[in-house]
């Protein structure tokens, strides 16, 4: 029931409360500058996403994952006569010519190896290996963005979606928000659950046991829509939230269903309608933005890449560097940044990954020095320690 103090406090908020009931709303006055994290799970193959179809050794590198180059039907989308977007990116072309998107690749966080569970966490914590600490890096910077990014009062930082991503975990005061109906969970947060229970004596097998008996039904755990179906409502919701004048500044968003071992395609098929829907995703976002898109900045980052050539399923396996985009009103974009290390199999990790160039953490200094305006010093010594190495990057934001 609803009583009078519920109206008038709804009142009161305006039109976001009303939207988006049960919402803590954030202390007006807020600096005009915005932040979206997109964490794309399941390791986003970067080399179908921006194709260096100029490369030597692209078309024999990539096989029968090759796409056709700009110019043909259903082709490429050229970016700077090297590097082109999927075909299924329209939008975020259109964004790329209008100087507000930077694709950077060959990135990679600091981790080596080939687990989901793992390179996630270290994607989030921003260390160097994972598990060494429980507090992530977003959170560990939201006290750099002044007094009232963790203040009691509101919650500046927020989560949209199914739970609070470990990137935001901490002490500092986080928000979250889901819609009143979500997809079941993908297998992606399903299998991050039974790692994380993996020592329970209890837990562990009843959820191993149920998780065996739904891939045996067809997977009706994870019923609803599709992973990544979702996406553009979130993305919606976190435009909706973050251009309230009374709402959050950050808000981080996560993707899952990226994970594409079979049947990847090419310009059509499973990972093409996922572009597909992240493209949208992000369209909505811009657009819903309104006036407060010139001062965003949204970050599109995934834990890792694929390997260079199509695997025997025609899928791809887990790899190591991938590709980040940088996109907003904010940007300086209509660039594809980063030291190309090549796809002849002399230039390749191990024989069969892309080869890192940048380290993630690069990135995000750069984004939160030069937009949120996150001190050198700070950046170094208590959001991502021990990490000089992975110098800001310079030149992401407009001047």
Same mark, same amino acid.
Do not use: C
């Given at each position: 029931?609803?009583?009078?103090?519920?109206?008038?406090?709804?009142?009161?908020?305006?039109?976001?409360?009303?939207? +988006?009931?049960?919402?803590?709303? /954030?202390?007006?006055?807020?600096?005009?500058?915005?932040?979206?994290?997109?964490?794309?799970?399941?390791?986003?193959?970067?080399?179908?996403?921006?194709?260096?179809?100029?490369?030597?050794?692209?078309?024999?590198? !990539?096989?029968?994952?090759?796409?056709?180059?700009?110019?043909?039907?259903?082709?490429? *989308?050229?970016?700077?006569? +090297?590097?082109?977007?999927?075909?299924?990116?329209?939008?975020?072309?259109?964004?790329?010519?209008?100087?507000?998107?930077?694709?950077?690749?060959?990135?990679?966080?600091?981790? *080596?190896?080939?687990?989901?569970?793992? /390179?996630?966490?270290?994607?989030?914590?921003?260390?160097?290996?994972?598990?060494?600490?429980?507090?992530?890096?977003?959170?560990?910077?939201?006290?750099?963005?002044?007094?009232?990014?963790?203040? @009691?009062?509101?919650?500046?930082?927020?989560?949209?979606?199914?739970?609070?991503?470990?990137?935001?975990?901490?002490?500092?005061?986080?928000?979250?928000?889901?819609?009143? !109906?979500?997809?079941?969970?993908?297998?992606?947060?399903?299998?991050?659950?039974?790692?994380?229970?993996?020592?329970?004596?209890?837990?562990?097998?009843?959820?191993?046991?149920?998780?065996?008996?739904?891939?045996?039904?067809?997977?009706?755990?994870?019923?609803?829509?599709?992973?990544?179906?979702? +996406?553009?409502?979130?993305?919606?919701? @976190?435009?909706?939230?973050?251009?309230?004048?009374?709402?959050?500044?950050?808000?981080?968003?996560?993707?899952?269903?990226?994970?594409?071992?079979?049947?990847?395609?090419?310009? @059509?098929?499973?990972? /093409?309608?996922?572009? !597909?829907?992240?493209?949208?995703?992000?369209?909505?976002? @811009?657009?819903?933005?309104?006036?407060?898109?010139?001062?965003?900045?949204?970050?599109?980052?995934?834990?890792?890449?694929?390997?260079?050539?199509?695997?025997?399923? *025609?899928?791809?396996?887990?790899?190591?560097?991938?590709?980040?985009?940088?996109?907003?009103?904010?940007?300086?974009?209509? *660039?594809?940044?980063?030291?190309?290390?090549?796809?002849?199999?002399?230039?390749?990790?191990?024989?069969?990954?892309?080869?890192?160039?940048?380290?993630?953490?690069?990135?995000?200094?750069?984004?939160?020095?030069?937009?949120?305006?996150?001190?050198?010093?700070?950046?170094?010594? !208590?959001? +991502?320690?021990?990490?000089? /190495?992975?110098?800001?990057?310079?030149?992401?934001?407009?001047?």
């Amino acid at each position: 029931m609803t009583t009078r103090r519920d109206f008038l406090r709804a009142t009161a908020a305006g039109s976001l409360a009303g939207a +988006f009931p049960g919402l803590t709303l /954030a202390a007006p006055g807020r600096a005009r500058q915005r932040l979206v994290l997109v964490i794309l799970r399941g390791g986003l193959d970067g080399l179908a996403a921006v194709a260096p179809y100029g490369d030597p050794a692209y078309q024999s590198a !990539r096989g029968g994952l090759a796409l056709a180059p700009p110019g043909n039907r259903e082709g490429l *989308r050229d970016l700077d006569g +090297f590097f082109a977007l999927h075909p299924m990116l329209a939008a975020l072309h259109k964004y790329y010519q209008g100087g507000e998107l930077i694709a950077v690749h060959a990135v990679a966080s600091a981790y *080596r190896k080939r687990s989901h569970f793992d /390179a996630q966490n270290v994607l989030e914590l921003g260390l160097d290996t994972p598990h060494g600490s429980r507090q992530g890096w977003l959170n560990r910077a939201l006290p750099m963005l002044g007094t009232e990014a963790a203040g @009691a009062g509101g919650n500046f930082a927020m989560a949209i979606g199914q739970s609070v991503p470990l990137v935001l975990r901490g002490p500092e005061n986080v928000g979250s928000w889901a819609p009143a !109906r979500l997809p079941g969970p993908d297998h992606d947060l399903m299998n991050r659950l039974v790692a994380l229970y993996d020592e329970d004596a209890f837990l562990g097998p009843r959820l191993e046991a149920a998780l065996s008996a739904d891939r045996m039904a067809g997977g009706s755990l994870g019923g609803g829509l599709r992973p990544g179906e979702q +996406f553009g409502k979130l993305a919606e919701a @976190a435009a909706r939230m973050l251009s309230d004048a009374a709402g959050p500044r950050i808000a981080v968003i996560e993707a899952g269903g990226w994970d594409s071992h079979a049947n990847q395609g090419r310009e @059509a098929g499973a990972l /093409a309608q996922r572009l !597909r829907r992240l493209d949208e995703g992000l369209d909505k976002l @811009a657009t819903g933005m309104g006036s407060a898109w010139r001062h965003t900045v949204v970050l599109v980052v995934t834990e890792f890449g694929r390997t260079v050539a199509m695997n025997g399923t *025609r899928g791809t396996d887990h790899g190591t560097a991938g590709m980040a985009l940088v996109l907003g009103g904010a940007v300086d974009g209509g *660039r594809v940044l980063g030291d190309w290390p090549g796809l002849a199999r002399s230039q390749l990790r191990d024989g069969r990954d892309l080869t890192p160039a940048t380290d993630l953490r690069s990135l995000y200094k750069g984004i939160l020095r030069d937009h949120l305006g996150v001190s050198e010093a700070d950046l170094e010594s !208590r959001v +991502f320690p021990a990490s000089r /190495a992975a110098a800001a990057m310079d030149g992401l934001i407009k001047s």
